[in-house]
């Protein structure tokens, strides 16, 4: 099982970014799907979930309303779209699927331990 993600790169404050992570080796249509991130010196931590079907999605605090998640299940592939960049969202971002099926999105579901499949990471850098 493979999770590749993809889209990194280094971008201008208030720029934009497609991330995306697609899976191999198994399909992922009825687990929960993620992205979290790790700076430099810091916890990794939970940026944002999409549920099996893709109908409910849950942010956290600092992304709501720049960053948006999707998913296409029959590409296996999960997106996180990142809009108006700033340097505080530099960080190496990883994508994740859920270690149970049809886990629930929102505040009590975004452990990185719920999550049992991980990607490499790739690397977003914002330059101000």
């Known amino acids: 099982v493979q999770l590749q993600a993809s889209g990194g790169g280094l971008v201008q404050a208030g720029g934009s970014l497609r991330l995306s992570c697609t899976a191999s080796?198994?399909?992922?249509?009825?687990?929960?799907l993620g992205w979290f991130r790790q700076a430099p010196g810091k916890e990794r931590e939970f940026v944002a979930t999409?549920?099996?079907?893709?109908?409910?999605?849950y942010y956290t605090e600092s992304t709501k309303g720049r960053f948006t998640i999707s998913r296409d299940n029959a590409k296996n592939t999960v997106y996180l779209r990142m809009n108006s960049l700033n340097p505080e969202d530099t960080a190496r971002y990883y994508c994740?699927?859920?270690?149970?099926?049809?886990?629930?999105?929102?505040?009590?579901?975004?452990?990185?331990?719920?999550?049992?499949?991980w990607g490499q990471g790739t690397q977003v850098t914002v330059s101000s």
């Open positions: 994740a699927a859920s270690r149970s099926y049809y886990l629930p999105v929102g505040a009590n579901y975004t452990r990185s331990s719920s999550f049992g499949f």
């Open positions: 080796g198994r399909t992922f249509s009825r687990h929960a």
């Open positions: 999409i549920n099996f079907s893709g109908g409910s999605t």
